[in-house]
RNA sequence: GCCUGGGUGGUGAAAUGGUAUACACAGCGGACUUAAACUCCGCCGCCGCUAAAACGGCAUACGGGUUCGAGUCCCGUCCCAGGCACCA
């Protein structure tokens, strides 16, 4: 054993050993238990970030703890190939995506590679490759067949000057990030997976995710938002349109029905069309609310805006003309286009109504009644005007809305107002109740070059025309250079020129690719036979390993991504390709990396960034920050705040430097021990000097314990107090690291009781060969609890050790309880909830023993004198708080 | 704007409703060293009292509430982050 800690030796022996005993391939074991352990795959988009490190770092911990539980561990990796960064490089460069992508790929590769990650590498998978890709387009095929895929119209964002079809990140504050143009809404024809289909499975199958953090359940399950409402019909007022005609709206609310005072319709809409026919300033309105971008946050929170149309349409209850209005805020393809506005009860509504002088009709009013079973009215019930702080102390009066203004379903709740008035359209013919989704239809035609072509060919006589099974792949020739003007495909004759797959007259094949989130849908179910040539996956290796038993990754894929998986996984399911109904049983989801911003600020208003490794931080006398300047010209630079790491704020701190001065085990180290996985994680290069620290201290103690000769066998009946002492330390360790990383994955905590132990460790006397025994012992499980997350050292410290067999496939350390047991406890005395004292108890003392020894306290007799005890509570093992007054 | 999280020392953070600040980092003081690095030892929330301690008071974004006891549960407010369907 080397007198110094090398990582750079170490490591690479470790893992040049792994690589010529194929450590990490695994195949099918029948009998023996699986454990899939799957991190998002990256995008290659040049090299490794610390998001990456991370997540890939989270992942080898799970997958190399649960091979020490002895289970047949998989852990694949990938590559998430197709996307728009690589069309965006090109144009810069003029390196065509296919050359720029599989560079990175080589060099992300061998960054995954020095990390030391147990991954079984001949299960790789690249999403823009022919042999993965074919097999999506023979889902397409077979969906567009079934009617899972079909084509509508759907609403983009068009760069007028560049003729192209813009991302939401490519248009900043409003207009196209190359051009700057103005950019405007257009509908061009699409294909969507009628995800809508799913929508209750995808609901209801929540349930059964008990591996999934509430949080991410809960942003699903409001993503999909299932409502009950009715749909409402509402005449048009011949008179005012100029024909007769019926306009539909949805609404959550037809409880409030009789307090609607105006529609509201969009722009698109038939009525707004109509109108603007001969009215010149609503077609200019019109032609305002075509500005701007398609994304929802954008139309959140622009002003609401509206114009009246001077058309009427009949309210279905009262006959009441009610005034349509087309407004900016509608959106024209969401539910009917039009929607019913209810200014008293909607906030939204209730501002648009004050700006255009609308009325606001009340149709709830708020009653305190004695708490019952809703919709029994008490005659004791109060009128409003409750004083809120009698209402506080009254616990059994609680406030509920009834109706008004609403002449025959007056003095109703919200369940007899909707009942009543639904029943009443129902017989009237003017609406139906209704279950609606907020969820729609995922639409994934993309006018882009680096993408998975969609297998369609248009014919004239025929139509859309699904490429046949024996004409797959369509091949996506990979040496084109776009210029960022429209589809280069659609440029390429060659590419779209074919002949109708039916009747073999002269057809134009589909241009558009397909959203990348595609590929991203079922990469994991590939894994399991990623070179089967005879289908999408061999359905036998599928439900072997699936469902993949701890997925990890980013919160920021907590709906989209997570959600189009589990829709696919389904898609799939009932194409008889897999047996479960949900592709990810345990989720984990990570923090972001985040770091320090420093700038100065522009004369153009803009901020110039500088990299935390070009500036020095100033602090005062308590190591308060104060301060910041450049390393290059001492002049001081702003703080700008902590932020995501981002090529944007110049923050990213280059992992490659970090593994490359101080190896993988401690990069790997300081990940696991800075944040639990959940939280941001912020970047610390005094952290990595601590994590490095601590790991030269494990060496020195197993280096200087081992170069004295490996001791004999450890008995443990013959300790003495000190030893007794270590020992338990030792199994503590062993349980509370357990916990840590087995079930809660807090490997912060579970390395801070390493951390612990090796304090006690270092300290302990190493005289008798009884010592010694029991030092090997600590060390031996310091080398087990970090293995996982320090791969490379333990590697060797095994071996040091005198250990047989590598550490990899060492079983994990089981807990000796018996270590554990004290004689004394200490318990914490408390009097009022307020710590007064510590005392001593037997471990077996009784409730009253301990209760009088705390009553004898000292301090506690201060505190006690001259007051009454009215109750003394005990919790075994904790504390005793004594309540006096 | 909407949905989901988060806010604890100088910093990262820890705490099944039960001793708030474990474990580290930074800082300060000391030992070792010709010197430095490494390493080791000690101190380290704020305030009061004190020669020093003992001791006491106050602190988990802010304001209320429930409880013998609240960082943790409930109500309200502020701030920050992630997502919002064409970034991945």
Not at 187 to 206: C, D, G, K, N, V
Not at 547 to 569: K, M, N, S, T, W
Not at 835 to 861: D, K
């Amino acid at each position: 054993m080397h007198e110094q800690y090398q990582p750079r030796e170490i490591e690479a022996a470790a893992q040049s050993l792994w690589d010529a005993q194929k450590s990490f391939e695994v195949r099918e074991q029948p009998g023996k238990d699986t454990f899939y352990c799957l991190s998002m795959f990256p995008y290659p988009s040049g090299k490794l970030h610390m998001g990456h490190v991370r997540n890939y770092t989270i992942g080898d911990v799970i997958a190399r703890y649960q091979r020490m539980q002895g289970k047949n561990v998989l852990q694949p990796m990938g590559w998430d190939a197709f996307g728009m960064p690589a069309e965006n490089a090109a144009m810069k460069n003029q390196v065509a995506p296919a050359k720029w992508t599989y560079e990175n790929i080589a060099y992300m590769k061998s960054q995954l590679k020095s990390l030391g990650l147990g991954i079984d590498w001949s299960r790789e998978v690249t999403t823009c490759k022919p042999d993965y890709y074919r097999w999506e387009q023979w889902l397409f095929t077979r969906l567009f067949e079934k009617g899972v895929i079909y084509r509508k119209n759907g609403t983009v964002n068009w760069d007028p000057v560049d003729q192209t079809v813009l991302a939401n990140e490519q248009v900043i504050d409003g207009r196209g990030w190359r051009s700057g143009a103005l950019v405007e809404k257009r509908e061009i024809p699409m294909y969507y997976f009628r995800i809508t289909a799913y929508a209750e499975e995808l609901l209801q199958s929540l349930d059964e995710l008990t591996g999934w953090p509430e949080q991410v359940k809960t942003m699903q399950r409001n993503w999909i938002g299932k409502s009950f409402g009715a749909d409402i019909v509402f005449d048009y007022d011949e008179a005012s349109v100029g024909e007769a005609g019926q306009l539909k709206v949805y609404s959550t609310r037809p409880d409030t029905l009789m307090g609607a005072t105006y529609v509201a319709v969009a722009a698109e809409h038939p009525l707004a069309q109509r109108a603007a026919a001969n009215n010149p300033e609503l077609q200019a309105f019109i032609a305002e609310c075509k500005a701007g971008s398609v994304a929802e946050a954008d139309m959140a929170t622009m002003e609401k805006k509206g114009l009246a149309t001077g058309q009427f349409v009949v309210h279905p209850l009262t006959g009441a003309l009610l005034p349509v209005f087309v407004a900016n805020y509608v959106l024209w393809g969401y539910g009917e286009g039009a929607v019913m506005a209810v200014p008293a009860h909607d906030e939204r509504d209730f501002e648009f109504a004050n700006k255009y002088g609308l009325p606001i009709k009340p149709v709830y009013k708020k009653i305190f009644i004695k708490d019952q079973p809703r919709g029994e009215r008490n005659p004791e019930d109060q009128e409003e005007h409750v004083d809120p702080a009698q209402w506080q102390e009254w616990y059994a009066w609680k406030e509920h809305l009834v109706t008004i203004n609403s002449g025959k379903y007056n003095d109703l709740y919200f369940d007899g107002a909707f009942d009543a008035i639904v029943a009443d359209l129902e017989a009237g013919d003017h609406g139906a109740r209704k279950t609606q989704f907020r969820l729609r239809d995922w639409g994934i035609s993309r006018q882009r070059y680096w993408g998975c072509p969609i297998p369609i060919v248009h014919c004239d006589s025929c139509g859309d025309v699904p490429v046949p099974e024996d004409q797959l792949p369509v091949t996506l020739p990979e040496d084109v250079v776009p210029d960022g003007a429209g589809s280069p495909l659609a440029k390429m004759p060659e590419f779209y020129e074919c002949s109708c797959p039916k009747c073999g007259k002269p057809a134009k094949r589909e241009t558009d690719t397909m959203d990348t989130f595609v590929e991203s849908s079922w990469y994991y179910a590939r894994y399991a036979s990623p070179t089967y040539e005879q289908g999408m996956v061999d359905p036998q290796a599928a439900n072997h390993w699936l469902p993949v038993d701890q997925y990890i990754g980013g919160i920021e894929h907590a709906i989209l991504h997570l959600l189009y998986a589990r829709f696919f996984h389904k898609l799939m399911r009932d194409e008889g390709l897999v047996s479960s109904n949900e592709p990810f049983k345990n989720l984990l989801t990570q923090g972001m990396v985040v770091a320090e911003t420093y700038y100065r600020p522009l004369a153009n208003g803009g901020k110039d960034w500088f990299n935390p490794a070009d500036v020095e931080v100033e602090r005062d006398a308590k190591a308060k920050v104060i301060g910041a300047k450049l390393k290059s010209d001492g002049l001081p630079v702003e703080i700008g705040g902590t932020e995501k790491m981002s090529k944007s704020k110049n923050n990213g701190v280059d992992p490659q430097a970090m593994i490359d001065a101080y190896g993988a085990d401690t990069c790997r180290l300081f990940m696991m021990f800075a944040a639990p996985p959940e939280l941001s994680l912020e970047w610390s290069d005094a952290g990595v000097e601590g994590a490095s620290r601590f790991l030269r201290r494990v060496w020195r103690l197993a280096q200087s314990h081992v170069s004295a000769g490996l001791p004999g066998a450890l008995d443990t009946g013959s300790l003495n107090d000190a030893q007794k002492e270590i020992r338990r330390a030792i199994h503590l360790a062993i349980k509370q690291a357990s916990q840590d990383v087995g079930q809660h994955h807090k490997f912060n905590t579970a390395i801070a009781q390493v951390m612990t132990l090796m304090n006690v460790l270092e300290k302990a006397k190493a005289e008798s060969e009884q010592d010694r025994a029991l030092l090997q012992e600590g060390l031996e499980t310091v080398a087990l609890l970090l293995a996982p997350i320090t791969p490379h050292i333990c590697h060797a410290l095994w071996e040091a050790l005198g250990k047989d067999g590598l550490i990899i496939d060492a079983a994990w350390p089981a807990v000796d309880e018996s270590a554990l047991v004290q004689d004394t406890l200490t318990l914490v005395v408390q009097v009022n909830g307020k710590l007064r004292g510590e005392i001593q108890v037997p471990a077996a003392a009784s409730r009253e023993e301990v209760e009088a020894t705390a009553r004898a306290n000292e301090n506690v007799l201060r505190f006690t004198e001259g007051l009454a005890i009215r109750k003394v509570i005990v919790v075994p093992g904790k504390l005793v708080n004594i309540v006096a007054n």
